[in-house]
């Protein structure tokens, strides 16, 4: 037997629509918490990997890289894992929508009187809370291996800023994702596929040295678009001028249109799939 469901009863006015967004979606960002709080484990893994990732690349590929114009390799890959853990975290967010929905959680969503778009907007809020903290440590170990902002206060904050709007706009890629799946086996499979996607673009090596077709594809990339961004801002070495396609020119550009384009996009279709599982 299932629960009755309740069918939820707006508030009147496009304000009182938004307050009830808000209130439940601040909610299931609290759930997210408290099952952090029963696993510590997974937020310890999901800290300690960016570090991992910087002592690695920084030091296993700073000796055999050379930086375009010059530079300190480990400068020039501080943006690029920037951009690399804020694209992964895409499946971190697909594999805990498509949990809850193999294991009946939004059925208990829907059978109560909540916010139907409350649901993904409250996994979007819980992931980018998350991003936050693994991004306080690898700036922290960043610093640490030498990586440096040079451009001041307002520049580092603005390149931030435009690392935190990609991961949000990917989170709600990823609950329509995980929503399309609905099954935790599956999503954690796709997980993999993540990683060449970020591979392929400037986050690591200079594409200069990649055949024309590859480069094309790289230079395109989004996750290239946010770390070339990321350099310019923060004042790190990175590909010359007029040596890139349009979004590698225009990067800080380039990102707010992509991050523009995902939310446009994925927000009305994760509530509309949200809502249409449930019928």
């Known amino acids: 037997m299932t629960a009755p469901s309740l069918t939820p009863v707006a508030p009147a006015g496009p304000v009182g629509r938004l307050r009830w967004t808000l209130a439940d979606g601040l909610t299931l960002v609290g759930r997210e918490f408290c099952r952090i709080r029963r696993h510590p484990g997974q937020l310890v893994a999901a800290l300690v990997f960016p570090a991992i990732m910087v002592v690695l690349f920084g030091y296993v590929f700073g000796s055999a890289i050379s930086v375009p114009?010059?530079?300190?390799?480990?400068?020039?890959?501080?943006?690029?894992?920037?951009?690399?853990?804020?694209?992964?975290?895409?499946?971190?967010?697909?594999?805990?929508?498509?949990a809850d929905a193999s294991r009946g959680v939004m059925d208990r969503f829907r059978?109560?009187?909540?916010?139907?778009?409350?649901?993904?907007?409250?996994?979007?809020?819980?992931?980018?809370?998350?991003?936050?903290?693994?991004?306080?440590?690898?700036?922290?170990?960043?610093?640490?291996?030498?990586w440096r902002p040079h451009r001041g206060l307002v520049p580092t904050a603005e390149a931030f800023a435009l690392i935190c709007l990609m991961r949000y706009a990917l989170a709600w890629l990823g609950s329509w994702l995980g929503l399309m799946v609905r099954d935790?086996?599956?999503?954690?499979?796709?997980?993999?596929?993540?990683?060449?996607?970020?591979?392929?673009?400037?986050?690591?090596?200079?594409?200069?040295?990649?055949?024309?077709?590859?480069?094309?594809?790289?230079?395109?990339?989004?996750?290239?678009?946010?770390?070339?961004?990321?350099?310019?801002?923060?004042?790190?070495?990175?590909?010359?001028?007029?040596?890139?396609?349009?979004?590698?020119?225009?990067?800080?550009?380039?990102?707010?249109?992509?991050?523009?384009?995902?939310?446009?996009?994925?927000?009305?279709?994760?509530?509309?799939?949200?809502?249409?599982?449930?019928?």
């Open 184 to 279: 935790e086996q599956v999503a954690d499979q796709l997980g993999p596929l993540v990683l060449p996607f970020t591979m392929l673009s400037n986050s690591f090596v200079p594409t200069a040295g990649m055949p024309a077709w590859l480069r094309f594809l790289s230079d395109w990339n989004p996750c290239s678009a946010l770390t070339a961004a990321s350099r310019e801002l923060f004042g790190n070495p990175g590909q010359a001028p007029g040596d890139g396609a349009w979004p590698v020119e225009h990067p800080v550009l380039a990102v707010l249109m992509w991050s523009a384009v995902i939310l446009a996009v994925f927000v009305p279709l994760s509530v509309r799939t949200y809502r249409r599982r449930g019928r």
């Open 69 to 98: 114009g010059g530079g300190n390799y480990r400068e020039y890959l501080m943006p690029g894992l920037f951009s690399m853990v804020t694209f992964t975290s895409l499946m971190a967010v697909t594999l805990k929508v498509a």
């Open 111 to 146: 059978s109560m009187p909540t916010a139907r778009s409350a649901v993904p907007f409250g996994q979007a809020g819980a992931d980018m809370v998350g991003g936050l903290l693994a991004l306080t440590i690898m700036v922290g170990a960043g610093l640490v291996v030498g």
